[in-house]
C-alpha cells in the first residue's frame, strides 16, 4: 500500500514537531510499518523524513534548553517541578550535542581494601593562636596539636606510609 501525499505530508510535518517516527506515523493514521516500507520505496521520502526527524530532535533539545532557561532566570512562579526539570536536562543531553547535564554521584566505594584512615587533605589546618603550623616537608612529618584555648594536646607524627592504614577483605 503506498501513501498518499497528505499521509506523507503529515508524517513529516508531526516529525518536525516530535522527531520521533512512531509518534508521527500514529498522528498520521498510519502504523510505523507501513512508514518503514514506504521509506525503503523511496529515496527522495526518506532523504524527507530523516531531515524531518533531525529537525525534531533539534526543537526536542531547544524546547528543553527553554525550560531550564526558565527555571535558571526564575521566570517559574512557585514551587520548582523537579520531574520537570529532570525531564528537561535528560532531554538536552540526548538531543543536544555538547551539553551535559549535572549529576551526582553518591555512595561508597568498598574494595579490595577499606580503608580506615587516610592523608589529610593538603591545607591542613592546626588550631593553635601563634602563627599557624604546618605539615613539614620531607618524610617524617610532625606537627604540634594545641586545642582551641591555645593548650598544647600533643605531637602528630606521620608518614606518608603510616597515614593509610586498611584491612585486606578480598583475597
Known amino acids: 500500500m503506498r501513501l498518499t501525499k497528505e499521509q506523507k505530508e503529515s508524517v513529516i510535518e508531526h516529525l518536525r514537531e516530535v522527531g520521533v517516527l512512531m509518534v508521527a506515523a500514529k498522528r498520521a493514521g498510519i502504523t510505523k510499518a507501513e512508514l518503514q516500507a514506504e521509506m ?37 512562579a512557585g514551587k520548582t517541578d523537579r520531574n520537570k526539570l529532570t525531564a528537561a536536562i535528560a532531554l538536552a543531553n540526548a538531543f543536544e550535542p555538547g ?12 574494595h579490595d581494601v ?3 584512615t587516610a592523608v589529610p587533605r ?32 600533643g605531637t602528630k607524627v606521620e608518614t606518608v606510609e603510616e597515614a593509610i592504614e586498611g584491612e585486606v577483605i578480598n583475597e
Not at 551539553?99 to 568498598?110: L, P
Open 99 to 110: 551539553f551535559r547535564g549535572t549529576s551526582k554521584v553518591e555512595g561508597r566505594i568498598e
Open 122 to 153: 593538603p591545607k591542613y589546618e592546626v588550631l593553635d593562636n601563634p602563627p599557624k603550623k604546618m605539615l613539614k616537608s620531607g618524610k617524617d612529618k610532625s606537627v604540634r596539636i594545641y586545642d582551641d584555648k591555645g593548650q598544647y594536646i
Open 114 to 116: 577499606r580503608v580506615i
Open 40 to 76: 525503503k520505496k523511496s529515496a527522495i521520502f526518506r532523504k524527507r523524513v530523516n531531515e524531518a526527524k533531525s529537525e525534531g530532535k533539534t526543537n526536542i533539545a531547544d524546547n528543553a534548553l527553554a525550560v531550564l532557561m526558565q527555571y535558571a532566570y526564575g521566570a517559574v
